[in-house]
Each structure stands twice: as C-alpha cells, then as structure tokens.
C-alpha cells in the first residue's frame, strides 16, 4: 500500500480508464519496493531507475527551506515524465509555511521534511545527499537568494495593497512580510555561523 496516496483529481469518473489507475499504482508499489529494499541505493535495483531525482531535490529543498511541513503528507503531486519516471511537483499548499502554522513553531536547526514519506529514505542515500548539498547551493546564489525572495514577497505585497481592495487587514499582511524578512535573515545568520549545517543527518539537528 502506498505511503502517499495518489490523488487523482480534476477529471470525471469515465474520462479515467481503470486501466490507468492500475497502471499508477503498480509504478508506485515498485517504485516503494525499490525505495525500502535493502539494495534501494543500486544503480541495478535501486529507486533511481523510476524516479526523476533532480525534481525530487528540488521538491524536497523547496519544502524544507520554506518550512512547509504540509507536504509530503498532504497537499502532494506527482506525475509521470515522458521517459516513464516519476516526478515530484508542483509544489503546493503553503498556507502554513514560514513558521505560519499556528500548532506548532519552527525550528530553523531542525530538518523536518526529512520524516515525511519517501525522503525519510531518500535521505539516507549519500548520493541524495550531495545533490540536494550542491543543488542548494545553487539556489541560494539567485532562485532562493533572499533579495529575490523579499523582492517576490515585496511585488506580491504592493500588488495586494494596490488592487486587491478585498484584503482589508493590511496591518496583518504587512506583519506578515516582515516576519518573512525576520525568517530569512536567521536562515542567513545560521548559515555563516555553520557553513555544514546542511550536512545534517535525517531530522537531526544541524
């Protein structure tokens, strides 16, 4: 039984063969099968061979950085590439990100996607590891730098204020931004003081 439950959504009954249905679930058993076996980091029998794994580094350092917990156990979409792999995405459901979520409070030091389905697994793959390290690091020059994210939040907030009339609570909004900032400035400090921190191992402290 899968760990995830493939949602499939959006379509009628009859427009979705059984056939279809049938044929995801049995990608996804083999590809769990893979993933929990004792040989799941061989390159023969491993989880690499129906997976695109750079989507997975992707899905999981996006989650991770933005502290969306939702993922992975909810909110979550996966689809079959055209060589036949499965990929994650889109990212969804961040309603409670950025230490938003309102039953628990985030902990920077503390790598919690790494408990979710799957990547519980995938993390403990050295390989793993080293793309998500070296693909990070690429991000944070540009994609996930914080001017370009204050500058996204920045665009987003001018065009609520400016043509969102219906967003009444602006003092809240605006307290919203500045905890982002806040958020990313502690980010930044943590990685100068521990340059390994993402080194750190599965849910861990790092």
Not at 96 to 101: I, L
Not at 179 to 184: F, I, K, N
Request: aromatic letters at 20%.
């Amino acid at each position: 039984q899968s760990l995830i439950y493939g949602l499939i959504s959006h379509y009628s009954a009859d427009y979705i063969h059984i056939y279809g249905v049938d044929y995801s679930s049995k990608m996804l058993s083999a590809f769990e099968k893979a993933l929990y076996s004792y040989d799941y980091d061989s390159a023969d029998y491993g989880y690499t061979q129906w997976i695109n794994t750079p989507s997975f580094v992707d899905y999981y350092i996006f989650n991770e950085f933005f502290m969306n917990y939702d993922a992975g156990d909810n909110s979550t979409y996966y689809y079959k590439t055209k060589d036949g792999k499965l990929a994650m995405g889109p990212v969804w459901d961040y309603d409670g990100a950025m230490d938003n979520y309102d039953k628990a409070t985030g902990d920077l030091y503390f790598s919690g996607f790494a408990y979710q389905p799957w990547f519980d697994r995938l993390i403990l793959d050295e390989d793993f590891q080293n793309r998500v390290v070296e693909r990070y690091k690429e991000l944070r020059k540009d994609v996930l730098s914080k001017k370009n994210i204050m500058n996204k939040f920045n665009e987003v907030y001018n065009k609520i204020i400016s043509e969102w009339n219906f967003f009444s609570d602006k003092t809240k909004l605006k307290c919203f931004w500045d905890e982002a900032d806040e958020l990313l400035s502690k980010r930044e400090l943590i990685e100068k003081t521990n340059l390994d921190w993402h080194h750190a191992a599965p849910g861990g402290d790092v």
